[in-house]
Each structure stands twice: as C-alpha cells, then as structure tokens.
C-alpha cells in the first residue's frame, strides 16, 4: 500500500513539474546575488562585444621604440592612478604618465584599456563556453555512471582518474596541439575556419569534468535510494521520465556550480597555452596571456598585473553568484 501511495505522489508530482518550471526564473529573478552577478556578466559581454568601439586604439600595436629595451626594466607608461612626472633613467626606464593612456602602457608600449577591452572580448566568452562544456559532459558522464552502475560506472570513475592524473596543463596543450591541427586540415577544403574560441573551451573543458561527475554521480546514488525515485520506478514510470523528472533537476545546477569554480584556472591556462603558441588564437591577447606577459613585472610594476587578474576574479565571483542562484532556483524542494 505504501509503494502505491508513494507512487501516486511521484506522478502527481510530475503533472506539478510543468508549473515548477514555470516558476524557476521567478525564483531567481528575486535573488539579489543572482540577479548581480547575471547583470555584471551580462555588462562585461557587451563590453566585450563593444570593444573595437570602446578602445581608444584599435589594435594596441607595440611601438617600436620601447621594444628593444630591456624587457626585464619595465618600460611601462603608468596609469593615471600613479602617474607622476619622472623621467626614464638607466636603471627604471619606466616612462612618465601620458593621458592618451588612462591605464598606462605595457612593456609593449601597447594601451592598457584597449588590451583588457579585447582580452575581454576574447576570455569571457571562451571561459563561459568551457564552464558550460564541463557542466554538460561532467554531468552526463556522472548521470550514466550513478544510473547504470556496472561497467558502465567503473569505465567512467577510471576515465576520471586518468583524467585527474595527467597534469591540467599538459593535457591542455596536448588537446589543443592535437585537434586544432586536423580539424584546419578538415574544415581548409571546405572553406571554412577554425575558430579559436570553440577550439580553446574544448582543450579547457578536457580534464575539467572529471570532479564534476564524480559529485554527479554520488548525487545520482543518492537520489536513486529515496522513497520517492524507488516507488515511482516499481510503478512503471519510464526511466526516460524519471531520470528527466526526479534525477536531472537535483544535479545540473549543482554541476553548473562546481564547473563556475574553475574558470580562473582555466583562463590562467589559456594564457599559457597563447604564451607558447599553442592553438588557434586571435590576433590580441586574451586576459590570461595578458597576465602570463606580464608576471615577470610582478615586483616592479604589480599593477599591470592586478588589473587583468581583477577582470578575471570578477567575471569568476559573479558567475558563481549567479550559479548558487540558478541551483537554488531550480531546487525542486525550493519549488514545491
């Protein structure tokens, strides 16, 4: 008798699903954090996209006067916040403040802004992409493990462990050097292009999904134990449903959450990979290149490197904001 009434709970609970939905983006609508954090990523993609009108130059090219200097001295111009009116000298060729360059200058001579205006343009949408990728395949790799169980959980828990025990950035490179290289080779005759951004959230996205599904599938285990799933199973609800209905809400924000906690390291990774050349890039820097360039300036000039790294912990604080809101918001519990 019990295994009927709580069968009948879990069917009247899925004709509820359909309104449940409907009331998710109310729920996240009323969560200020969300609704920052939404926002800022939202103000920081138009920046992005609005780049070749916002810069002040447009590209930032190096000026050929300053790059033959000592790259270890500095040459940089400084912004407006520590300018001041000292002359280079031997020892700090460090050049005075110029207000064409409210941001300062590179080593390059190159315009601050207009770098972390196209690094912009370049990072936030690779680094959304590769959040996204992670989530998705974290998720469907650990929904199949903790579901189907048997080999099919064994083949994804070793694949997990391979993936964790190579170095983040060798599999990195390895992914990029690899797959860019054949696919402009399959795409050449067809007259298409090989975009970097898709390119580079793939290499990103390789080994990022390992701890993802691990936290997947032991909420799938979990999930798979309660009343609730077991009765409506035994009342023949088709698994297609149930996984849809009972299982997948309680997982993919949750996997959102963890994917959102990697997007510093993975867009410091991709600023390694621009440094040695590897993948396809576009023609400017992408933050973490911008940051990579710059880190042997760290003493000297700390600034020039804080500036990039606060972009990038800004668009990390708002994403995950903005994803502890979309899990609490699609909390079946919540919705009930």
């Known amino acids: 008798m019990s295994t009927a009434v709580a069968g009948r709970s879990a069917l009247q609970d899925e004709g509820g699903a359909r309104r449940r939905r409907r009331r998710w983006y109310t729920s996240l609508t009323r969560d200020p954090l969300a609704v920052i954090g939404g926002v800022t990523l939202l103000v920081l993609a138009a920046v992005g996209l609005l780049a070749p009108r916002l810069a002040p130059f447009h590209p930032p090219q190096a000026n050929d006067t300053v790059f033959f200097l000592n790259r270890f001295a500095v040459p940089h111009t400084p912004p407006f916040f520590l300018g001041d009116d000292t002359e280079p000298t031997l020892t700090d060729p460090s050049l005075p403040y110029d207000?064409?360059?409210?941001?300062?200058?590179?080593?390059?001579?190159?315009?601050?802004?207009?770098?972390?205006?196209?690094?912009?343009?370049?990072?936030?949408?690779?680094?959304?992409?590769?959040?996204?990728?992670?989530?998705?395949?974290?998720?469907?790799?650990?929904?199949?493990?903790?579901?189907?169980?048997?080999s099919s959980d064994q083949m994804v828990l070793r694949a997990a462990d391979l993936a964790e025990a190579v170095p983040a950035i060798?599999?990195?490179?390895?992914?990029?050097?690899?797959?860019?290289?054949?696919?402009?080779?399959?795409?050449?005759?067809?007259?298409?292009?090989?975009?970097?951004?898709?390119?580079?959230?793939?290499?990103?996205?390789?080994?990022?999904?390992?701890?993802?599904?691990?936290?997947?599938?032991?909420?799938?285990l979990s999930l798979k134990a309660t009343e609730r799933v077991e009765a409506a199973?035994?009342?023949?609800?088709?698994?297609?449903?149930?996984?849809?209905?009972?299982?997948?809400?309680?997982?993919?924000?949750?996997?959102?959450?963890?994917?959102?906690?990697?997007?510093?390291?993975?867009?410091?990774?991709?600023?390694?990979?621009?440094?040695?050349?590897?993948?396809?890039?576009?023609?400017?820097?992408?933050?973490?290149?911008?940051?990579?360039?710059?880190?042997?300036?760290t003493v000297r000039a700390p600034v020039f490197v804080l500036m990039p790294t606060a972009l990038i912990i800004a668009m990390s604080i708002r994403l995950t904001a903005f994803?502890?809101?979309?899990?609490?918001?699609?909390?079946?519990?919540?919705l009930r």
């Open 323 to 334: 994803s502890d809101g979309l899990q609490r918001a699609l909390d079946p519990e919540t």
């Open 233 to 297: 199973h035994a009342t023949g609800v088709p698994t297609r449903r149930l996984v849809v209905r009972h299982i997948l809400p309680h997982t993919t924000a949750a996997a959102l959450v963890a994917a959102s906690s990697q997007l510093p390291v993975m867009l410091l990774a991709d600023g390694l990979l621009g440094g040695i050349g590897i993948g396809p890039r576009p023609t400017m820097d992408s933050l973490g290149e911008l940051l990579f360039h710059e880190f042997v300036y």
């Open 99 to 150: 207000p064409a360059h409210k941001l300062g200058t590179d080593w390059e001579s190159r315009d601050m802004l207009s770098l972390l205006l196209y690094g912009l343009r370049f990072s936030l949408p690779v680094g959304l992409l590769a959040v996204c990728l992670v989530a998705l395949i974290g998720t469907a790799l650990g929904l199949t493990a903790g579901w189907l169980g048997g």
């Open 170 to 220: 060798i599999a990195y490179a390895l992914f990029a050097a690899v797959v860019s290289e054949p696919a402009t080779s399959l795409l050449a005759p067809l007259g298409l292009q090989l975009n970097a951004i898709p390119v580079t959230a793939l290499a990103l996205s390789c080994v990022g999904w390992a701890p993802v599904a691990r936290l997947v599938r032991a909420q799938v």
